[in-house]
């Protein structure tokens, strides 16, 4: 056995490296931004809470509008109505979340593991069976734990396929940006409709981190937490109980 894996309990359980030092770095600063991001960006939606499709605000059918006061005050950033902080705080986030973004990507690509992420025919084939299987909150066990299912995999995918076209439409909404990439606001059709897609996408995302954190406590918080600080993940192998 080799030293990125030990005996946990012999002929039950074994505990093996599973996440290296960068991956469980930059999943604990996306995690950091991402709530920055979320209540700074609810602060910032608070000033103005409808969305529009197209250039100007159309105040009589708007897309999407809410109570006159937004989302409540303590789940912004700034607690207190500030447009001009929560801004700030938005942009400063966003930086280190592309930033940070870019050194992950870069190291799923450098070390090939991006292809981990692409679905198999044999896997598009087994969603119904994969859907069904979490359903029933049963999760796969032995070495089939360290590989991603086709629904992990899709979903993956489509939080990574969304965060450029995040990153655009927040870019659009930013006045300095349109006069150097005036393109931009055309591409989405004007600042309303960039603005509703930024929306869109991170309501897409926060979704996406809900389901994320409650896979992580059905099929066993202490373990998967563990493994994302210190790397080792205990896996339960298969014909024997936990």
């Not at 529009?52 to 937004?70: I, M, V």
């Not at 918080?221 to 600080?229: A, D, K, Q």
């Amino acid at each position: 056995m080799s030293a990125a894996e030990r005996a946990f309990r012999p002929g039950a359980q074994r505990v093996v490296l599973r996440h290296s030092a960068l991956t469980r770095i930059c999943h604990g600063i996306n995690a950091v931004c991402f709530f920055a991001l979320l209540m700074s960006g609810l602060q910032i939606f608070n000033a103005h809470p409808t969305l529009n499709f197209g250039q100007t605000t159309d105040f009589a059918r708007p897309l999407l509008s809410l109570a006159p006061d937004g989302f409540p005050s303590w789940a912004t950033l700034p607690e207190a109505q500030d447009l001009a902080v929560g801004r700030r705080w938005h942009f400063f986030f966003a930086w280190a979340l592309a930033l940070n973004g870019a050194v992950y990507l870069a190291d799923l690509l450098l070390r090939g593991r991006i292809r981990r992420l692409w679905p198999s025919a044999s896997d598009l084939k087994s969603i119904p069976r994969a859907i069904m299987e979490h359903a029933r909150l049963r999760f796969p066990k032995g070495d089939e734990s360290l590989r991603y299912n086709v629904l992990q995999k899709l979903a993956y995918l489509a939080a990574i396929a969304a965060f450029p076209l995040l990153i655009l439409a927040g870019l659009t909404m930013s006045p300095a940006i349109d006069a150097a990439f005036p393109w931009l606001v055309d591409a989405f059709g004007g600042r309303q409709s960039a603005r509703a897609v930024h929306f869109l996408l991170a309501s897409f995302l926060v979704a996406f981190v809900a389901i994320h954190l409650a896979m992580i406590v059905l099929s066993g918080p202490i373990n998967n937490i563990v493994s994302m600080i210190t790397g080792h993940y205990r896996i339960e192998e298969e014909g024997h109980d936990a």
